[in-house]
């Protein structure tokens, strides 16, 4: 009788640690690109199961790249972080209050990368639900983030779409809520919006117009 005996535990804290790296953000520990768009898909899916409404959010850090600029991409990554911790506490446990079990909103916070953060909203009863849920994290924002002797203040523009309100398409619903986190962006910042149809209207009539103006170009169409 021939006994081997191997120890597993290093190769199993290596999967583990592969795993890690392959769904988690280094930095923040959140849910990264990949696992965002997993668990939207697994939350989409339980929606159209339960036939409640579940929002998307993408929150990205206004003017992000002059703290980067000023004051270096140490301080930036310590930004960061304070925001992954004011963005964690605001969202947990916020919509359980006074709510059954089955009933409380659940949160899924990812960072794509960058400035850019995402939210997953589930069982949220509409649009005022998801907005309550944005306010709530723009304030938890306002509280001034303190670097050695510097005070930063920060905040946030917001794009929201609604499942399946806005489409039930992984990709589009994606690609909505970047289209209202613009809109935020151009009306001044540290405010949210609502994806709506117009916005798909108008982001396509700028897309044809860069294109006439293009080809106008290369066939010399200007005239002073």
Do not use: W
């Not at 923040?28 to 409640?52: I, K, Y």
Request: charge should be negative.
């Amino acid at each position: 009788v021939v006994v081997r005996v191997r120890d597993g535990s290093e190769h199993a804290e290596t999967q583990e640690k592969l795993r890690q790296m392959a769904n988690y953000d280094s930095l923040t520990g959140l849910p990264n690109r990949a696992l965002f768009r997993d668990r939207l898909g697994q939350a989409m899916a339980r929606a159209s199961r339960s036939g409640r409404a579940m929002a998307l959010m993408f929150l990205d850090l206004d003017r992000f790249k002059v703290v980067n600029d000023d004051l270096g991409h140490e301080v930036g990554d310590r930004l960061l972080q304070h925001v992954t911790k004011a963005l964690t506490q605001c969202l947990r446990g916020g919509d359980s209050i006074g709510r059954d079990a089955a009933d409380a909103a659940s949160h899924t916070l990812s960072r794509l990368g960058g400035d850019e953060f995402t939210v997953i909203v589930e069982n949220v009863g509409g649009a005022e639900d998801a907005a309550n849920v944005a306010r709530r994290m723009l304030e938890a924002l306002n509280e001034p983030f303190r670097v050695d002797e510097e005070e930063i203040v920060i905040s946030a523009s917001i794009g929201i779409s609604m499942y399946p309100t806005d489409d039930v398409d992984l990709d589009t619903l994606i690609r909505h809520t970047d289209m209202a986190m613009y809109r935020s962006k151009s009306l001044g910042r540290g405010t949210y919006s609502f994806f709506s149809d117009d916005l798909t209207a108008a982001v396509t009539a700028r897309v044809s117009l860069e294109g006439s103006l293009r080809r106008a170009i290369e066939r010399q169409e200007f005239v002073l």
